[in-house]
């Protein structure tokens, strides 16, 4: 360890002797590796919106429990009752009749003096069966099994396209932050290879004086993660931006999704981004450095 600290002054000039020997080349790979990681900041950013259209689409997913007929309230309460301790329930509620138009109405918007023209209320009584979209159908067969239910209107299909849309995202971001971790470890690897192909004369010269692989190649380590943070950071910046400018026309068109706060979400992905771009820069950087011992 005081060996380490001893030559660290010495790691810090060859990393930087080793950035400045090729600059365009590197500031091409950071040019690179942010807008990869932009894209990866992108997809970050659109999974804590995502998170936030999943638990809403997981509130909005519920069946409607009717009774059979001459079921007074209280049964039906005892119903309830039964149905709030089912796996997979999340919350159960009655709906009287007067309830049941009125959510009617709401809906119907504009279009609610339709009912007007009925005499009286259309609309009966139901369960209100907010659930875990994991357990749907298992809570569908319980609670139509259940003594005082008619039928259960359950709206499978639409049920299904919401957990489609919520295993989509996930999968959808899976497979680009897959991409995004392998191209920067190539773009990474490559640059630490070329710059131990430039410095081969020199790491020969020190591997004839005893120097280890590891002391040779701990400043080209040092130089690929830098440089990978340096691309991280403007990742992060181009982010910030992009942020700040659309992010109220993205509240603006879907008003219906309650959206984290634009401060809350640009530290988050920012600092999401700087942690992987280090993490990114060390495996690509390690990655690299393994060649030396090739180096003839």
Known sequence: MKIF??????????AKRTIRLNPLSNLFSVIGTGLILFLLGMVLAGWSVGDK?????KDEAEVSAYFMENTNEKDALKLVNAIKGMEGVMDASYIDETEAKAQMEKMLGNEADILGLFDENPFEAFIEVKINLDYMDQVLSDVAKLDGIDYVRDNRKVLEQMKGISDGLKLFGVLIMAAVGITTLIIISHMIRQGIYNNRDQINTLRLLGAPDGFIGFP???AGTFLTLLGGGLAAGLLILLLNEGYSHLSGFIPFIPLP????????VSLLILLVSAALGLLGSLFGVSSIGKEE
Do not use: Q, T
Request: aromatic content about 16%.
């Open 5 to 14: 600290i001893y030559n660290i002054g010495y790691f810090l000039l060859e």
């Open 53 to 57: 259209l999943i638990v809403a689409l």
């Open 220 to 222: 080209f380590l040092l």
């Open 261 to 268: 706060s634009l401060e809350e979400l640009s530290d988050k």
